[in-house]
């Protein structure tokens, strides 16, 4: 399997990454113990959490159990050593500790608990789930306002936490940094803050990325190429759209979403007619879609490793095809054409 480098880290990762979010609610211990030991035989070397997972619903009372369950997986293989695991606090308004936000005093607390729950004595990767100020994403790209917010006081409490960052890594907690959800600005600050301090630098950026939402192809891919920056894209497959199984108002059993969810409430046929342009490509040219999809999200040129999911292990036996597929310049430019006819449809 390929494998990239992660931002100016010594971290070699496999260009896919596990995703977890379904352990503890759609997927139980077993099959989450079960999905760790495919992916690891796979090749598979890089594993994606967060404190406040489980998802699908969020709530109070599981949050932190995604992170039980493989700090279960590590006590019981002794294994913690062969993968390269991230894990992410949460940001202001989190269903994790209240909606504390993101400080100097309360990320030492999470990583302490998130460290407890891993079953490990250090993070390879520990990441900000979101920005206190708020978020484009989570399908709020047609709505997220930023005037009103008070820049001084932003990259302050960026300094405040690059320098509790600091003394984790120091104490051998954190190996590195990233950010989840964050804009071109953020990353901006964060980056020129941690130069002028010698603080922690961002090695990665986990935002939304797929065949239908390249909004990272604008300026954040500007900022991560030359900036060393690698992006993680979650939702690869569209929240399963790429798959074609919601296509003509189909909601497939088990189905941990329906369209409503998918589309932020909003109903779209422009979402359906971009997937039947991207199930056409596939078909074309003789290839799963969701292999395509994958694929396309996890070659980009400034992508560390793409994040996938699965709710069973049949499901990520399958995903795993993705890893044959030969990204031709055929393909890719029927790939664009798509986009061009379909910029941003959800």
Not at 142 to 165: H, I, S, Y
Request: with cysteine.
């Amino acid at each position: 399997m390929k494998m990239n480098k992660l931002g100016r880290t010594d971290l070699q990762v496999t260009e896919l990454c596990l995703g977890t979010m379904t352990f503890g609610t759609q997927t139980d211990i077993n099959e989450s113990h079960a999905q760790i030991d495919y992916a690891l035989e796979a090749g598979i070397n890089f594993m994606d959490t967060a404190e406040m997972y489980p998802v699908n619903p969020v709530r109070a009372e599981t949050v932190g159990k995604t992170e039980e369950i493989i700090g279960a997986w590590n006590e019981k293989t002794g294994r913690r050593k062969d993968w390269i695991i991230a894990t992410k606090q949460g940001g202001a308004g989190g269903a994790a500790r209240g909606g504390e936000p993101i400080t100097a005093e309360t990320m030492p607390k999470a990583l302490e608990a998130s460290l407890k729950r891993l079953k490990t004595d250090y993070v390879d990767l520990y990441q900000f789930h979101w920005p206190n100020r708020g978020s484009y994403h989570f399908r709020k790209y047609w709505r997220f306002d930023p005037t009103g917010q008070k820049p001084g006081e932003v990259k302050q409490n960026m300094a405040d936490v690059l320098g509790a960052l600091q003394r984790e890594v120091d104490r051998g907690t954190i190996r590195h940094f990233g950010l989840s959800n964050e804009s071109a600005w953020g990353t901006a600050q964060w980056l020129r803050l941690s130069e002028e301090t010698g603080t922690p630098r961002v090695a990665t950026m986990q935002n939304e990325y797929s065949l239908m939402c390249r909004i990272a192809d604008t300026d954040l891919a500007e900022l991560m190429v030359n900036e060393d920056v690698s992006l993680l894209p979650y939702s690869p497959l569209a929240c399963g759209m790429l798959t074609g199984k919601y296509q003509n108002g189909a909601i497939p059993a088990g189905s941990r979403m329906d369209v409503n969810d998918i589309l932020g409430g909003r109903k779209s046929e422009r979402c359906f007619d971009a997937v039947d342009g991207y199930l056409k490509v596939a078909s074309d040219f003789g290839l799963d879609p969701v292999h395509m999809s994958l694929a396309w999200s996890a070659r980009r040129p400034f992508v560390g490793s793409s994040i996938f999911g699965a709710t069973t292990l049949d499901q990520l036996k399958h995903l795993m095809g993705a890893v044959d597929v030969d990204l031709s310049v055929e393909l890719l430019d029927a790939l664009d054409t798509v986009h061009k006819r379909h910029p941003m449809p959800f």
